[in-house]
């Protein structure tokens, strides 16, 4: 075979369905106008990633001796690669769109000489923040002649640790394999009241920002993230057992037993 017969086998073998080869989706021809689109740059590469994956996908239903696939990957490269370069670059363009179109507002420059009446964090600070309010639990001991032990900025920064040590050790302490909230409703539940209790401190850290008494405030901090995490409990292991049944349900329909 020659060099020529080659290159015109090469270009006969196209991923944008105007060959052979790969194939055109199920129920989706693409027109002339569509396949002149995707003949270059990332487009064409996106296109051809869907196509091969599609065909690759079929192959492997028609190989599998269940009732349907099995569960089987793709490769990173270039399967994966391309997928989420497409998904990247659509997100870049948009936010490239956003800032270009809406250009956040400057506010007028800091004066350094005055003192701004209030002195707040970042946003996403707020929750540490908050915790450096818990002075009403810092207890007085008795025994130290109704003093307390460590004043309260120290107890906060001992509550910052003793918080980001408990979601640190989380992850060994939750060892199962389960990959939905309803398989294992505790830890659900543990993971709402977390989430519950960085919204109720970080709205304790602008008590004086919202119109709301600040003991009522300080009461719900603690309150919420019980109640939510009760509720979530109860909701997911309602739901656990109806689940179970459909999850063996269509397992056992795509392996049947032997």
């Known amino acids: 075979m020659s060099d020529n017969d080659t290159d015109t086998e090469s270009e006969n073998v196209r991923t944008d369905g105007s060959g052979g080869g790969i194939v055109a989706p199920d129920d989706e021809t693409p027109t002339w106008s569509e396949r002149k689109t995707r003949t270059e740059g990332l487009s064409r590469l996106t296109y051809e990633y869907f196509e091969r994956a599609r065909r690759e996908d079929q192959d492997l239903r028609q190989e599998s001796d269940y009732v349907e696939r099995d569960v089987l990957a793709f490769p ?54 908050g915790l450096l309010k818990l002075g009403p639990l810092n207890p007085d001991l008795s025994i130290l002649g109704g003093s307390k032990l460590m004043a309260d900025r120290t107890y906060g920064v001992l509550a910052n640790v003793v918080v980001v040590g408990f979601v640190a050790i989380v992850p060994f302490l939750n060892k199962g394999s ?81």
């Open 76 to 129: 990173a490269w270039p399967h994966e690669m391309m997928r989420n370069l497409a998904l990247t670059s659509f997100f870049v363009g948009m936010i490239l769109f956003v800032s270009a179109a809406l250009p956040p507002e400057m506010p007028n420059p800091a004066n350094s000489s005055v003192t701004p009446a209030i002195i707040l964090p970042d946003w996403y600070l707020y929750w540490s923040f």
């Open 178 to 258: 389960a990959r939905r909230p309803v398989e294992q409703p505790f830890w659900a539940a543990v993971g709402m009241s977390g989430v519950i209790f960085s919204l109720t401190i970080a709205a304790l850290s602008i008590k004086n920002l919202l119109p709301m008494d600040s003991n009522l405030l300080f009461d719900l901090t603690f309150l919420l993230p019980f109640v939510s995490a009760t509720i979530t409990y109860a909701v997911l292991k309602t739901m656990r057992e109806g689940y179970m049944f459909d999850l063996n349900r269509r397992y056992y329909r795509l392996r049947p037993p032997k």
